[in-house]
């Protein structure tokens, strides 16, 4: 499994950004809880919302709950995040990631060590 992120840029604070992650290789015979993580220069990197493989579960860090909503398309493999009223703190390199199951229970993790695929990471920063 390959997982490939997009959609990072620069945006003003109060504005918004989607970002994407497009799963490839041999999904059909995974689940895979896909979860998003973000990593400030010079920190470490922080767990920012995941969602099971059905799409029925998710969860949010605090300092992102209310503003950015994770999503799911199995049929296009792809995974995406609604970042809303962005602030400057929000200003990172995030990650999509995969940990993969052999069975649609998929519980969500929200530590970086318990994934097992990582994207490249695209940068979003805001700033005016």
């Known amino acids: 499994v390959q997982l490939q992120a997009s959609g990072g840029g620069l945006v003003q604070p109060g504005g918004s950004l989607r970002l994407s992650c497009a799963a490839s290789?041999?999904?059909?015979?995974?689940?895979?809880?896909m979860g998003w993580f973000r990593q400030a220069p010079g920190k470490e990197r922080k767990f920012v919302a995941a969602i099971s493989w059905s799409g029925g579960s998710t969860y949010y860090a605090d300092s992102v709950k209310g503003r950015f909503t994770i999503s799911r398309d199995n049929a296009k493999n792809t995974v995406s995040v609604q970042m809303n009223s962005l602030k400057p703190g929000d200003t990172a390199v995030y990650y999509c990631?995969?940990?993969?199951?052999?069975?649609?229970?998929?519980?969500?993790?929200?530590?970086?060590?318990?994934?097992?695929?990582w994207g490249q990471g695209t940068l979003v920063t805001v700033s005016s």
């Open positions: 290789g041999r999904t059909s015979s995974h689940y895979l809880m």
């Open positions: 990631a995969a940990k993969i199951y052999y069975s649609d229970y998929t519980p969500i993790r929200s530590r970086p060590v318990e994934y097992d695929v």
